[in-house]
């Protein structure tokens, strides 16, 4: 089963709330990725984390903050976002970080920041 | 370097013909290519993938590619299109130069399938 869960599906938040994406994976992955993906745009990448280590940031402001509390759990803490950042999130997980590796993409979580 | 070209970013079939959305990348080592479908609101589903094996892939839903080493191309291909079909598909390359940033992804072709 290649099965990527992400919530919640929707979320709206206020320029000065602090919120969570979260994203979980039962498939023994060890690499689980953060991608934002504007209208009409393919999906860019955020962060990789490998073995549950940062393993690339993608130069991603700091109002975004990444964490990995185990192998099968991603997070994303949102805080003091800006319109503009209002996109569909997608988390993804692969067995192993790099080709010929497949990435497995979650339903993504769709943000709007009013 | 990497990338990818996706030749059509629109293109319009009518139900029970042919489906071709077309590929070319471009890689300095021996390429993994995808091709992954976005359905209205939702999230990326892997359609087929081609890592070195059998160039001919067959994927989910009747869709097949062929990786062209000549051409660099991976063409998608169904023979009968559904309504079901229409959808963003995105053409993906990564190979082992990389690294941890795994995917390059073209542009997207929008399908759209008339009744």
């Known amino acids: 089963d290649t099965e990527v869960t992400q919530t919640p599906k929707h979320l709206v938040m206020g320029m000065t709330n602090k919120k969570s994406l979260k994203c979980e994976q039962h498939?023994?992955?060890?690499?689980m990725y953060w991608y934002k993906q504007k209208a009409k745009k393919p999906p860019e990448l955020m962060f990789v984390?490998?073995?549950?280590?940062?393993?690339i940031n993608e130069s991603v402001p700091s109002r975004f903050s990444p964490e990995c509390p185990n192998s099968s759990l991603l997070n994303l803490h949102l805080h003091a976002l800006q319109p503009e950042d209002s996109a569909l999130y997608l988390c993804?997980?692969?067995?192993?970080?790099?080709?010929?590796?497949?990435?497995?993409f979650g339903e993504g979580s769709w943000l709007t920041v009013v | 370097a990497q990338s990818v070209t996706q030749l059509d970013s629109h293109v319009s079939v009518s139900e029970g013909t042919p489906v071709l959305l077309r590929c070319n990348y471009s890689?300095?080592?021996?390429?993994?290519l995808f091709w992954y479908v976005q359905h209205p609101n939702k999230g990326l589903q892997l359609l087929l993938k081609?890592?070195?094996?059998?160039?001919l892939v067959k994927g989910i839903n009747g869709f097949e590619a062929e990786f062209k080493k000549s051409e660099t191309s991976f063409h998608l291909t169904k023979p009968s299109a559904h309504m079901s079909d229409a959808a963003e598909y995105f053409c993906?390359?990564?190979?082992?130069?990389?690294?941890?940033?795994?995917?390059?992804f073209g542009t997207g072709t929008r399908l759209t399938v008339i009744p």
């Open positions: 993804a997980s692969s067995q192993y970080v790099g080709a010929p590796n497949t990435i497995y």
């Open positions: 498939m023994g992955h060890r690499a």
């Open positions: 984390y490998s073995y549950e280590k940062l393993s």
């Open positions: 890689s300095s080592y021996s390429p993994s």
């Open positions: 081609y890592t070195s094996a059998a160039t």
């Open positions: 993906v390359v990564s190979d082992r130069q990389t690294g941890a940033n795994n995917l390059f």
